[in-house]
């Protein structure tokens, strides 16, 4: 591996959250060989959810089409499902619910005692609809729109990133005393980059981790 480092060059980001997003959006761009964690750039599929006429949460995989905000993006349909079934089991959600049996009754799971019968509705969706509003709070972000404030490159400025209509926008540095009153008015100042799982899933973790983080609602 080291016989194949051509140059080594870095980037002052000032903050861990914008490093792990810039480490982020390079994998993607550059595709490294030892690294395929982060490396699809894009992202085909989306994980969606709506209620039923009954009153269910319900989970389906679509195709992205940019119109909507999905919960989780994927690389291809099997790798959505394969999230999706891994999702249902650890919050012991209905298949056939979350798109993914065609049984005309019960799902595979109820007759296994996994599933706790609402694909039949012997239980009730207030009960499911809790566990199914905890797998959705879990890839969502809790606000569709707003700043992060971190430590800048220096003590003049700050770093901040951009969620706009719940979709990661960017990041980038702004002046410490700069005031401003809307998300349009910084949006030219930062990095766009794509919205993608990898970018949410950083974002929610520094902001679980990292209680010294500024956010600022709009």
Not at 181 to 188: H, K, M, T
Request: charged share 30%; hydrophobic share 35%; aromatic share 10%.
């Amino acid at each position: 591996m080291k016989t194949e480092i051509a140059c080594v060059d870095f980037v002052l980001t000032g903050s861990e959250l914008l490093a792990l997003l810039k480490e982020s959006a390079e994998i993607k761009k550059e595709k490294p060989l030892y690294n395929k964690a982060q490396r699809k750039g894009r992202y085909h599929f989306g994980l969606y959810s709506f209620k039923d006429r009954k009153g269910y949460v319900r989970f389906n995989i679509a195709k992205n089409d940019g119109r909507t905000t999905p919960l989780a993006s994927f690389d291809s349909l099997k790798e959505a499902k394969e999230y999706l079934f891994g999702r249902v089991e650890e919050y012991r959600l209905c298949q056939k619910l979350s798109g993914l049996s065609d049984s005309t009754g019960s799902c595979f799971q109820y007759q296994v005692k996994i599933c706790n019968g609402a694909c039949i509705e012997e239980e009730s969706a207030i009960v499911y609809n809790k566990r199914a509003q905890l797998l959705i709070n879990f890839l969502s972000f809790s606000d569709d729109n707003f700043i992060i404030i971190d430590k800048g490159r220096d003590i003049e400025e700050n770093a901040i990133v951009v969620v706009q209509d719940g979709r990661y926008l960017g990041y980038g540095w702004i002046e410490k005393d700069r005031g401003f009153s809307s998300l349009d008015e910084i949006i030219s100042d930062i990095n766009l980059n794509n919205d993608n799982q990898d970018a949410r899933m950083i974002i929610k973790r520094q902001l679980s981790k990292n209680k010294k983080l500024k956010i600022i609602k709009f």
